[in-house]
Every structure is written in C-alpha cells, then in structure tokens.
C-alpha cells in the first residue's frame, strides 16, 4: 500500500458524494489537511439522505412517517453537514447541495436518465428538490440533469484533485455517483482543457470498516474481500486531526440514533483514511 499524496496549496479539490455524511465519513481529514494546507476546496452532496425511515419516524412520532417528514429529515441532514464541515474549516459557500433523491440514484442511470421520465421519490413525494439552498431549484429528478450540473460544476470549479466513491461500494447510489461522476469528467474534458486526478473511496463492503467500534488508534485498512481489487492509498492523520474529524462526525445526530450507523461512523474514526488510485484524465 502506498502513501496518498497530501494537498498542495496549489490544488482545487473537488469532492462528490452521494449522502449527507459520507465527506466526512471518507475525507474528513483529508479535508482539514487541505484547508490547513491552502487548498481550494468544494464539496459537492447529492442527495439530503431523505431515505431513512428510523429518523423520518423518529422525527414524525410515527411508525408510517409521512413525505413532510422526510423532508423534514433532508433539511435537518443539510444543516448537519454544514456543521460537521465547518468544524473542518470550510464555509457554507464551499457547499454544495444539490438535492436529489436518496435511494434513487441507481434509478437515474436508467429508467430516468431522459428529462422527459423524472423521478418521483417514494419518501418524499417529490420530483424535484423540495430543499433552500439547492444547485438548480428547479432541476428535475433525471439523470440528465444530474449530469449536466455535475458537469458545470466541473468545468467551473476546474478541479486539480477528484474525491469520490468508488465503484466498489456496495451502496446503489454510491456506485451511480461514481458513473455519474465518469460521464461529467468526459464532457467537461471535452469542453475544456482539463487534467484532474482521481481518488475513489469506499465506504460500505463486506467486513468494512473492521472492528466496526470506535478504535481511534488503529488503522483502517482495506476489506479483505477486495484488497486485490484495487490499488489503495493511505492517508495518515495526526491525532488532533483524529479528534477533529470525530468532532465533526458526531454533528450527524440523525444517523446516531441508528445502533448500526452509530457503529458504523465511528468505526472510521481511525489513524488513517483510505483512498483507491483511479485512471487520472488529462487533456492538453
């Protein structure tokens, strides 16, 4: 296993994530090296993780929450990775959220990738982000218009370092932001000169991350069902760092009234945080 390359103060890093907790989950320290560091960084969520039926349930009293309280659930996620960033040191306008559908990402990359088929989400009722604060207020639930903000924020942003899920992951909509992801890179190279390094994460998989606790000092190695499978880059965190990202994690109060999501969190609260080499794009 190599070592992952730290950022420079002359990187624009762009991280992409599927639900409201996974930057931090996989790069929260990454993150705080790079704002450290001088980075440019923005941060990119999709979906509000509108699609947990323990909190919506929680949250409406109720065995059978209803779409108000779904969204409700989204705008309480927005806000909490707003506040588990800004423990990191980014600011509100270094975020972006687009919110889409939890649950129904997958979805986008095939019976709803036209504009003319949008989604409908079976939480929330919507087809459209019913979220303050979004990329595109009006921006149907499809796959093409996923596709065209990924890939304005891409040739805007311009980004020398790429954050993202891997397809690896056994989450559908990790592995659809990670296609999604791919498309946008295309069409933004050849929109523009562009040249970007890619780093994929994974955050669920079979026996990962292990001991699924809160062991702060060990080290977080890659599950053994796909070690072969990849080529995996450590990043090694200092232990205020360590502290810092446990700070930030624990900002998503939703998903710690889940016993399993709780160990899970904290299960990747560790020395290090573990990326895999993906092909890099450049165009001259």
């Known amino acids: 296993m190599t070592l992952a390359p730290s950022p420079k103060s002359s990187d624009r890093i762009l991280l992409i994530a599927a639900h409201t907790d996974d930057e931090v989950i996989a790069a929260g320290g990454y993150l705080s090296a790079a704002r450290e560091t001088g980075s440019a960084i923005t941060v990119v969520i999709l979906t509000n993780g509108d699609a947990n039926r323990l909190s919506a349930a929680l949250l409406g009293r109720t065995l059978r929450p209803t779409h108000h309280a779904f969204v409700r659930e989204g705008e309480i996620r927005q806000q909490e990775s707003i506040d588990a960033l800004s423990r990191l040191g980014l600011g509100r306008t270094q975020i972006v959220f687009f919110g889409f559908p939890d649950r129904g990402l997958a979805a986008l990359m095939g019976p709803h990738m036209s504009k003319s088929s949008p989604f409908t989400s079976p939480f929330t009722g919507t087809s459209a982000p019913p979220y303050a604060g979004v990329f595109r207020p009006a921006a149907y639930y499809t796959g093409e218009e996923l596709t065209e903000s990924l890939t304005e924020i891409?040739?805007?942003?311009?980004?020398?370092?790429?954050?993202?899920?891997?397809?690896?992951?056994?989450?559908?909509?990790?592995?659809?932001?990670?296609?999604?992801?791919?498309?946008?890179?295309?069409?933004a190279a050849y929109a523009s000169t562009l040249s970007v390094k890619r780093f994929g994460f994974l955050i669920h998989a079979d026996d990962f991350p292990r001991p699924l606790r809160y062991d702060p000092q060990a080290a977080l190695g890659p599950p053994p069902s796909l070690r072969a499978q990849a080529t995996w880059m450590l990043f090694p965190l200092p232990p205020a760092t360590v502290s810092l990202k446990g700070e930030a994690m624990r900002s998503y109060r939703t998903q710690y009234q889940s016993p399993y999501l709780r160990l899970l969190l904290s299960g990747f609260i560790r020395s290090n945080e573990l990326f895999i080499q993906e092909s890099n794009l450049s165009q001259d």
């Open 154 to 187: 891409i040739s805007d942003f311009r980004p020398t370092v790429l954050l993202t899920h891997s397809m690896l992951d056994h989450h559908p909509d990790h592995r659809a932001t990670a296609e999604f992801v791919s498309i946008a890179l295309d069409r």
